[in-house]
Every structure is written in C-alpha cells, then in structure tokens.
C-alpha cells in the first residue's frame, strides 16, 4: 500500500500538471469507485491540492472537494493532449501508483483496471485505475471533508506534529508502539515500513509498550519519523518488493535502497551486523535488529514534572 511519502509524490505531480485546468467530464466507468454528484465537478477548475495522511484532496474553484484514497492497488495516469488536440494515450503518459502491466502500455488506456476518466477542456486526461477497487474518489463540501477526518490524527509533516504532540498519543496506552504508530487516528500517514524503520533508528524495541517511551526517546522517533518521510519523497518513494507503486515514468522509487531494517530479515544489521529479525506484531510483519534495539523492561517514562510538562 502506498505510504505517506509515495501519496505526497501523486500530489506533488497531480499539482504541478491539474492546478488551472478545467474538468469537462467525467467518466464513470465503476460505480463503487466514485460517490457524489458528478455534474458538480463540471466546468469546474482545480485551484488547490492538499493530503492528510494517506488522504490525497482536489479542491475545485466552487469549494467541493474530490478526496482520493489509493489504498492496495490504486493508480493515477495523466495523459497529456497530442499536438492534435487529442488526448495522447501512447506517449508522454504519466503513470502513479500500483504498477501496470508493460503491454497496457501500448495498448492504452482506459484498460480493463480503468475505473474512472476525467478529462480535462484542454483534452488531457486523468485514469483512476484499481485492480481490486480497493480504493476510490469521493465528492465532498469541506463541512463534509471536516467530518470525514475529524478523527484522523495529525499529518506527521505537518508542523504541528511536535514531539510533545506525539509523546501525549503514546503517554496512556500500553499496547506496543509499533502497533500504536500504526494507528491513523493518532498519526496520519504513517506505515509499516517508516515505522519499522523509525524505530530502528531511534532505537527503540519496536514491542515496547508505548507508555514506557520517555520524552527524551519520543523526541528522536519523532525526528526519524519526519526525516525518513522527507528523505523518501526526494527519492520518489519507496518501491517495496510487493511492487506496489511506480512512477510517472513507469520506474520505481528509489527509497528501498535506504531500508534500515524493513523487509531485510536474516540481513546483516547496518550497524552492528547481528542479524535482522522478522516478528508479528498486531499480525503486521516487524523487523529489528536484537542487538541495536534490545527490549528494556526499565525503560519508564519519567515523570512528567521532570519532563517540563506541567
Ligand atoms: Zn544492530
């Protein structure tokens, strides 16, 4: 599934090629794909993107809002008009998301995956695409996109997402911070692999309960969190093995090749060499490395006078 780094990839492309542009229709080829009222997205122009999350938002000049969510196997495909003022389905296409076979390539789009077409008054062209529909478009006032995320936790970039915001998300459970990371009501846009691997580098054993993690520890995860984030949107993403998302030009991310410990069980720690062991935590895969990240029972927070809390 694409994580926060690869969804804010979409966005920084599907804003620097729809802001402007006009929709003149919209194809709605599955119906489980798209909820709302199409006929208010028409003559509509895009005037802004933004994401919470994994949560990907097209804000139209008349304040609706189109919410995108790429889940498994969600992709988006932009087509640029031809010379003659066609849509060029063979050339120039860009290609976001959940890999397409080689062949639709040539064949174009739509495909038997295209769930929904947007064209756009200058003729080029946006393809929802979803295997296994998973994922989809949804129409909404901003009364409506309030109440939609209400419950979702902070974005990890936004600013925000202070170590202080954080540790007050962990400081009352005791389930396992990896699971705890993991949860979209508490913090946004955060994954498997960014979770594994921010543990790691902060440390931190990732079966510790969280209300053990002091200020001090939470301050570090939170620093790991956002650069890894950072680090893997200037890669383009990550390209995991499932290969679940590619690029605009039908290439991997490269944030893979910096996996500290994700995926890597059985790999020689980057550190230390042990190692790198594969667990179930929350029926999620887990990997550390036994060495760097020991479980220590001793590790209480403390107290939060000390910590300049209250
Ligand atoms: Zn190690």
Redesign the pocket.
Known sequence: MPELPEVEVVRLFLNSHLIGKTISNLEIISPKSFSGDPKKIINQKIIKTSRIGKQLSLHLANNFILLFHLKMTGQIIYSPPSSRGTPNLREGVSTLGHPTPLHSFSEGWPNKSTRLVFTFSNKSQLFFNDQRKFGWVKLLTPDELFDYQKNLGLDVLSSKFTSKYFYNQIENTSRPIKTVLLDQNKFAGIGNIYANDAL?LAKINPSTSSNKINLKKSELLVHFLKKIMMDSIKAGGSTAKDNKYIHPDGSAGTHQFSFQVYQRNNEP??????P?KRIKIGGRGTFY?????KYNRSVKRDARRTEGLI
Do not use: A, E, S
């Open positions: 790691f720690c980057l550190v230390c060499q042990t790198i490395c036994p060495k760097c990240q």
